[in-house]
């Protein structure tokens, strides 16, 4: 993402994605910001927890930490498609 952008993935999905809805408790990785406490952890499908490594380096494949009220704003502010086509749109520029 980094050499087709020119910018990284954290400030690209912060620029299309978090800013424009006012997401502003939801991360790609972790940081000083976040409140460990307020993470729920990983659970399996039977609900068990298990051992969770803390990454501090964005990977498209991995993270986004965030919260309940955060990850609603995504879907009252803008129609999912919105954000995608936009996400195409910019792709598509970039070839």
């Given at each position: 993402?980094?050499?087709?952008?020119?910018?990284?993935?954290?400030?690209?999905?912060?620029?299309?994605?978090?800013?424009?809805?006012?997401?502003?408790?939801?991360?790609?990785?972790?940081?000083?910001?976040i409140?460990?406490?307020?993470?729920?952890?990983?659970?399996?499908?039977?609900?068990?927890?298990?051992?969770?490594e803390?990454?501090?380096?964005?990977?498209?494949?991995d993270?986004?930490?965030?919260?309940?009220?955060?990850?609603s704003?995504?879907?009252?502010?803008?129609?999912?498609?919105?954000?995608?086509?936009?996400?195409?749109?910019?792709?598509?520029?970039?070839?």
């Open positions: 993402m980094k050499n087709k952008f020119g910018t990284s993935l954290e400030k690209l999905a912060d620029s299309l994605v978090l800013q424009p809805n006012g997401m502003v408790d939801t991360h790609l990785v972790w940081n000083h910001e409140d460990s406490a307020r993470f729920s952890g990983t659970h399996d499908k039977e609900g068990k927890t298990y051992d969770y803390m990454v501090y380096e964005a990977n498209a494949a993270n986004l930490l965030t919260t309940v009220e955060d990850f704003k995504l879907g009252k502010s803008k129609p999912m498609e919105q954000i995608w086509g936009k996400l195409h749109h910019t792709l598509l520029k970039t070839r």
